[in-house]
């Protein structure tokens, strides 16, 4: 990192006479057309980043896409236009969209406490507020620009990556970039005391205090020529907090994206190079999906003991299984096909073996056609780690509910899915274009050092099991049966996590490797997402905030997406604070600074500030089997 800084540092001197360091040449790094204070009259220096610092930015969706997928959304060299973060109608897209979000300053999308530390810099006198960003001049500024005066913040700077530095630099990296131009700006404010520098993610955390430790040996005369006195220098590391688009407009931008980018193909433009892409979507399981009011009473039927920690548990009750992967075209016609709606009553709940939660059903009317996964229809409420959905099965004890408790619900015949990005196979069928291919595996380019990686959490993994399909007796002989060959997804890691092999399961069974499968049942009456199929679903998690009848705990699942946007961005007042510095002794700090700059003529003070960033995402495994993992 020395090295980085070092370079840097140099690039921006070498060949450079004494006088560019001016507050003339030091304005051309921002997009603003506005007079900067005196080099003499700035004291402190205050940096802070955009991207999930001071704005909630929108990440691919990992209950959407498969992880290989997210990783190509991440790399600008899978697109001609540049992918997730080079394309500003992602970005514009964040909550319902640039047209109403403008008029109310997208209000829930930013982060509140930087914010008013932002209005505290803006108020202090000697101190240089500045909005620093790696996002690309060309295809940001205006949108940036919009989006900071609509939320007021009248910063000193805004600097967006150029093309070409104002002295003709080139940069290797976002990092790169910055370096250049702190090392311009604590050039060029020779009497800055002290600089802050807000940023949440902790590579560039590392690289920026780096870079200031080599940056003030030199101007302790350690390697290299004073050019100023040493600066006080610190780095405060603020959580990010990932949000998401609404699930529907992020497919559509994701789809604008590949259309621009196959459109540009087909001109064979000189130097443009890639393959043609398509949006495809792999099938975990079909079943009678339920919606989350009913989910949510099914859970109250779970007697759950009170001692029984929440993190031993993983809610359920969002599905009763018709068949697992692609559903044959035998079976889906006798549930009446995709979309098709059925009465359930509950007639029972049992435990078994106190891992496994269940609650059995009869058709409304009795005389209804179905098909379960299991001998007789029933819905899983609630596992154990390391429980397996197939053995509820084996329960044979059922405790009949209360008649207060027993209630009627409607189901939708529908498909558990995630949506990939691969290369067009004109040689492809339908069916074959559900499996992923063996060979696409996310590819780690130098644009992955650009990648926010912050995709929530862990996902379990969980032992291989047998799936068998039943249906009524009394419609047609065992059908149920999975004809030929189902094929697994090998699939790519999503930062560093590897992938596993789903099986071939032949017959009525079927095993496989595990998968992190989350997906997006709490979208509420959003039940047709569109444009793939009739009938999706991406979530496999009950409401978040069920909490049981036994349980005096909230039990609160790793979901988190919700379907507006101001509820996607999540308070950070749920988060803990230290995540985030001591921010009241950082706003008081600041204060303490302002008055003295107007005091004593110089500001800014030491504030707080330790921090936890979130770091890399998670791995995601794409493959098939395991429905301890989708069910």
């Given at each position: 990192m020395g090295n980085t800084a070092y370079s840097a540092y140099?690039?921006?001197?070498?060949?450079?006479?004494?006088?560019?360091?001016?507050?003339?040449?030091?304005?051309?790094?921002?997009?603003?057309?506005?007079?900067?204070?005196?080099?003499?009259k700035i004291k402190a220096i205050h940096i802070y980043d955009f991207d999930n610092t001071l704005f909630k930015t929108p990440?691919?969706?990992?209950?959407?896409?498969?992880?290989?997928?997210?990783?190509?959304?991440?790399?600008?060299?899978?697109?001609?236009n540049g992918g997730w973060w080079h394309d500003s109608r992602i970005l514009a897209a964040t909550g319902e969209g640039q047209a109403k979000e403008e008029p109310r300053a997208w209000n829930g999308w930013w982060n509140e406490k930087i914010v008013e530390l932002i209005q505290l810099s803006i108020e202090q006198k000697d101190a240089l507020c500045v909005l620093l960003t790696g996002?690309?001049?060309?295809?940001?500024?205006?949108?940036?620009?919009?989006?900071?005066?609509?939320?007021?913040?009248?910063?000193?700077?805004?600097?967006?990556?150029?093309?070409?530095?104002?002295?003709?630099?080139?940069?290797?990296?976002?990092?790169?970039?910055?370096?250049?131009?702190?090392?311009?700006?604590?050039?060029?404010?020779?009497?800055?005391?002290?600089?802050?520098?807000?940023?949440?993610?902790?590579?560039?955390?590392?690289?920026?205090?780096?870079?200031?430790?080599?940056?003030?040996?030199?101007?302790?005369?350690?390697?290299?020529?004073?050019?100023?006195?040493?600066?006080?220098?610190?780095?405060?590391?603020?959580?990010?907090?990932?949000?998401?688009?609404?699930?529907?407009?992020?497919?559509?931008?994701?789809?604008?994206?590949?259309?621009?980018?196959?459109?540009?193909l087909s001109k064979r433009k000189r130097g443009v190079r890639g393959e043609r892409l398509m949006v495809k979507k792999t099938v975990f399981y079909t079943g009678y999906l339920i919606n989350t009011t009913d989910t949510q009473r099914l859970l109250s039927l779970a007697q759950i003991p009170h001692n029984l920690p929440e993190t031993e548990l993983k809610y359920h009750a969002n599905n009763i299984m018709i068949c697992p992967r692609p559903c044959p075209t035998s079976i889906l016609e006798k549930v009446g096909g995709m979309g098709s709606k059925m009465k359930w009553e509950v007639t029972g709940t049992a435990c078994f073996e106190n891992n496994i939660w269940a609650a059995c059903l009869k058709p409304v009317p009795s005389t209804a056609k179905f098909h379960t996964d299991?001998?007789?229809?029933?819905?899983?409420?609630?596992?154990?780690?390391?429980?397996?959905?197939?053995?509820?099965?084996?329960?044979?004890?059922?405790?009949?509910?209360?008649?207060?408790?027993?209630?009627?619900?409607?189901?939708?015949?529908?498909?558990?899915?995630?949506?990939?990005?691969?290369?067009?196979?004109?040689?492809?069928?339908?069916?074959e274009s559900l499996f992923p291919h063996k060979g696409s595996k996310r590819k780690h380019t130098a644009g992955d050092e650009d990648f926010r990686s912050r995709l929530g959490h862990p996902h379990p993994t969980g032992p291989r099991n047998d799936q068998r399909n039943f249906h009524q007796p009394n419609h047609g002989g065992r059908g149920g049966q999975n004809q030929g060959r189902f094929r697994g997804g090998n699939s790519g890691s999503n930062r560093g996590f590897r992938g596993q092999r789903g099986g071939a399961p032949k017959g009525r069974g079927g095993r496989g490797g595990g998968h992190h499968y989350k997906s997006l049942d709490d979208m509420g009456t959003r039940e047709n997402q569109g444009g793939f199929v009739q009938q999706v679903s991406y979530e496999d998690d009950p409401q978040r905030n069920f909490q049981p009848p036994a349980q005096p705990a909230q039990h609160n699942a790793n979901q988190g997406y919700h379907s507006q946007g101001q509820s996607q961005a999540s308070s950070y007042q749920?988060?803990?604070?230290?995540?985030?510095?001591?921010?009241?002794?950082?706003?008081?700090?600041?204060?303490?600074?302002?008055?003295?700059?107007?005091?004593?003529?110089?500001?800014?003070?030491?504030g707080g500030g330790n921090g936890n960033g979130n770091g890399n995402g998670n791995g995601n495994r794409n493959g098939y089997g395991d429905m301890n993992n989708f069910y």
């Open positions: 140099a690039a921006a001197q070498n060949g450079s006479a004494e006088g560019i360091h001016t507050v003339t040449a030091v304005g051309r790094w921002s997009i603003l057309n506005k007079q900067l204070p005196a080099a003499d990440l691919p969706n990992s209950k959407i896409w498969n992880g290989p997928t997210i990783g190509t959304l991440a790399n600008p060299d899978a697109f001609v996002r690309s001049e060309s295809g940001f500024s205006d949108l940036i620009k919009r989006m900071v005066t609509s939320k007021g913040l009248d910063f000193d700077l805004i600097s967006l990556k150029p093309a070409v530095g104002p002295s003709n630099q080139r940069f290797a990296s976002t990092m790169n970039f910055k370096q250049m131009f702190l090392t311009a700006l604590m050039e060029t404010y020779k009497h800055a005391e002290e600089i802050r520098i807000y940023e949440d993610r902790p590579k560039h955390v590392k690289g920026f205090r780096d870079f200031l430790t080599d940056y003030n040996k030199k101007q302790n005369g350690i390697g290299g020529q004073r050019t100023r006195g040493p600066i006080t220098g610190e780095v405060i590391q603020v959580a990010d907090i990932a949000t998401n688009l609404d699930p529907v407009m992020e497919v559509a931008e994701v789809q604008h994206l590949i259309n621009d980018h196959n459109a540009a299991n001998p007789s229809p029933l819905v899983v409420l609630a596992l154990r780690k390391g429980a397996r959905p197939v053995d509820a099965g084996k329960i044979q004890n059922w405790q009949p509910v209360p008649p207060e408790k027993a209630f009627v619900f409607e189901t939708v015949v529908g498909e558990k899915v995630l949506l990939r990005i691969e290369a067009e196979d004109p040689g492809e069928g339908d069916y749920q988060q803990p604070q230290q995540q985030y510095g001591n921010w009241s002794q950082q706003q008081q700090q600041q204060q303490q600074s302002q008055q003295r700059g107007q005091q004593q003529g110089r500001g800014g003070g030491n």
